[in-house]
Each structure stands twice: as C-alpha cells, then as structure tokens.
C-alpha cells in the first residue's frame, strides 16, 4: 500500500489550494483517509479526517475553510484549503487507515504519504 499526495505549493494568505492523495495497491476499501500536518517546530497535528461512509471531522482551526471529501472507487482523499492563513504554513501528510485487500485481507493500519509543502505568506 503506498499513498501519493500532490497539490502543495505557496500563495498568499487568503488564497486556495487543493490537496490530492491516492492510494494504490491490492486495495479493496479503506475505512478512514485524513490529513495531518507539522508546521516548522510543532508537533503533527490532525487537519481533517472522513470516514468510508465520508462523515467528516475537522480540527477546530480549520473548520469553514477546510473541506475533505474521498472517492472510494479512486481510493483518493480531497483537502480543498480556502481563505489560507500564514499559520496553515506546514508539510500536509495523507493518511490511511483500516486497509483491507480483496477477499477481506487485512492489509494493516497506519499508512502514510511522503508529505506536501504548504506555504502561505502574508
């Protein structure tokens, strides 16, 4: 199972940005995807997380301007950045967990993507 993110880059404050990762892999369902970041100096924190079923949940810091949506047929998760802010400054991190193969394989918890810089500048 391997995850590849895509979509970081710089802009201004107040500007978008939309995160892309997919999975790939003998992969049958994953039950939940999300995004984590770590800015400069902090710990890695949880951005967003939706489940199969796509029910979201959002850090309390980017709830109205983050949105998470997935596509199960694509094994891909969606971050959709508005109204960016300096603070949103970090490498963005996919993440996979509850993965199961074909025939109900259980194929681990836990997978990550290399990560993707974000930077907004003020």
């Known amino acids: 199972v391997q995850l590849q993110a895509s979509g970081g880059g710089s802009v201004q404050a107040g500007g978008s940005l939309r995160l892309s990762c997919v999975a790939s892999?003998?992969?049958?369902?994953?039950?939940?995807m999300g995004w984590y970041r770590r800015a400069p100096g902090k710990q890695r924190e949880l951005v967003a997380a939706?489940?199969?079923?796509?029910?979201?949940d959002y850090a309390d810091s980017v709830k109205g301007r983050f949105t998470i949506s997935r596509d199960n047929a694509k094994k891909a998760v969606y971050l959709r950045m508005n109204n960016l802010k300096p603070e949103d400054t970090a490498v963005y991190y996919c993440?996979?967990?509850?993965?199961?193969?074909?025939?109900?394989?259980?194929?681990?918890?836990?997978?990550w993507g290399p990560g993707t810089q974000v930077t907004v500048s003020s």
């Open positions: 939706i489940t199969r079923g796509s029910n979201p």
């Open positions: 993440n996979a967990d509850g993965v199961y193969g074909y025939g109900g394989a259980y194929l681990g918890d836990d997978y």
């Open positions: 892999g003998a992969i049958f369902s994953i039950n939940s």
